[in-house]
Structure formats: C-alpha cells, structure tokens
C-alpha cells in the first residue's frame, strides 16, 4: 500500500491501553510475531457487526489477539491453539491477568494433529487462521466442517508482504510459503462453497464466508 495512506490509517486507529501496550511491548521485545494493526482493527470492527458467540483461533502466540477479541466482543467464547509450550504459557498468563480465563480457553496442541480435540469445541461462528502459514489449506479444510451456518472464516497474513503475489520463478523457487499462500488465496476464490474478499490491510485479511443455498439471486 501507499505509505502515505498506510500512515494515515495507523493514526486513526485507537490507541491501545496499557495492558495491551505492554503486550505489544513483550511481542517486539521477544520477535512473537503478532497482527498488524491495521488489520487487526479492521477484524475486530468486522467481528463487531457479526457478533459471533463462538471463535476459534488457530496460532494463540501470547495470546494478544485472542484477547483483543474477548475485549471487542464481552460475550463470545473464544478457543485459542498453539503447540508451542513457552507461548502458551505466556498466554495463559495473560489471559489470567486479564481476568478473561472464563471465556478465553487456551489449548496447547497442533492444530492438525490436535483436530479431534479442537473439533469438539465446535461448531464455531467464527474462525480465525492465524497459524503456520504453510498449513492454511490443512486448516480450512479440517475446520469447514465445524463452521456454523452463517459463520466466517477470517485468514491472516494472506498477501504475504506481497511475496505471495511475486509470480517471477526466482522468488518463488525460493518462497516455498509464498508459493504456497498464493495457492491458498487461489484455492479460496474459486471454492465453489464460499465467497472470499480480501483486505489489503497488515499482511492481508480475507474473509471467508459460505455462500447462500436456494432463494432467489
Ligand atoms: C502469527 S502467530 C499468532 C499471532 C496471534 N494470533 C496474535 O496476533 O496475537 C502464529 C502462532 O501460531 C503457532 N502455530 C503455528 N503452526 C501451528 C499449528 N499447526 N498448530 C498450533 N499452533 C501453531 C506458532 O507457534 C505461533 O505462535
């Protein structure tokens, strides 16, 4: 994006509180990597129209944007997966000190290999894909099947910094998750069960949701 617009943007976003600005501290601080701001606004205003009950998160980190959620939304549930222990701790440390334990359920597991018990969590209003980037097309497909009927499926860091769209051979001989995010994006826009947009804020955010059966068009 333009930078002049890029900056423009970033200053009209609110300011974080003092929790979340010593979260965003801790992430720089120890390279956790954590959504971008702008995007993460724009999640979490468009999770403010669709008041989803029930989310489930994959790639918890430290658990900043899990937390964000709860924060926009006092009455979702949200379930959060991450199989790295040291942030998973982190995050539920986090989760306790901001008094969201009750309603913000952190599970230490893979994403894929933890499906079954992640599924059981289900069905979800909202998903958000925010784990290995190599693995979006895994995720969409195990956890489709555990949308509820007029969920979204919210996908971070889709443009790659612009790499996934960098189609010269070099780039992406060398890119192999490049290579594979454009196949994901590719993938989501000619899914015959969902239509997909995406914002070209952060790193990229597109959204997922399942088309509409019957009625008139
Ligand atoms: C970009 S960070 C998540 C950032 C977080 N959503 C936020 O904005 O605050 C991605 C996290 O996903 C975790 N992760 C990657 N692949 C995973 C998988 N297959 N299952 C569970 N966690 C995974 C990583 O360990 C990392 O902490």
């Known amino acids: 994006m333009n930078d002049i617009i890029h900056d423009y943007l970033l200053k009209h976003i609110p300011k974080s509180t003092p929790f979340f600005e010593e979260l965003e ?3 720089a601080a120890n390279e956790v990597p954590i959504m971008e701001p702008d995007s993460l606004y724009c999640l979490l205003q468009i999770l403010d129209i669709q008041k989803p ?4 998160e ?3 980190a430290i658990g900043y944007s899990a937390l964000k959620m709860a924060d926009q939304l006092p009455d979702a549930e949200i379930i959060t997966v991450e199989r790295d222990e040291a942030r998973y701790k ?5 989760i306790q000190c901001y008094g969201a334990s009750g309603r913000v359920k952190p599970l230490l597991t893979d994403a894929i290999e933890g499906s079954e018990e992640i599924l059981a969590h289900g069905p979800f209003d909202a998903i958000f894909i925010d784990a290995a980037k190599a693995q979006y097309e895994k995720f969409f497909h195990i956890y489709t099947g555990s949308l509820a009927e007029n969920g979204v499926i919210y996908s971070d860091n889709v443009l790659f910094k612009g790499l996934a769209l960098d189609m010269s051979p070099e780039k992406q001989r060398k890119l192999r998750v490049a290579r594979k995010m454009r ?3 590719d993938f989501l826009v000619t899914h015959p069960d969902f239509d997909t947009t995406t914002i070209p804020l952060g790193d990229g955010l597109s959204i997922s949701k399942r088309k509409k059966t019957g009625g008139v068009s």
């Open 90 to 94: 982190q995050a539920v440390h986090n």
């Open 58 to 60: 994959l790639g918890t």
């Open 25 to 27: 501290a801790y992430a």
């Open 53 to 56: 009950k029930r989310i489930l």
């Open 183 to 185: 196949n994901f994006n």
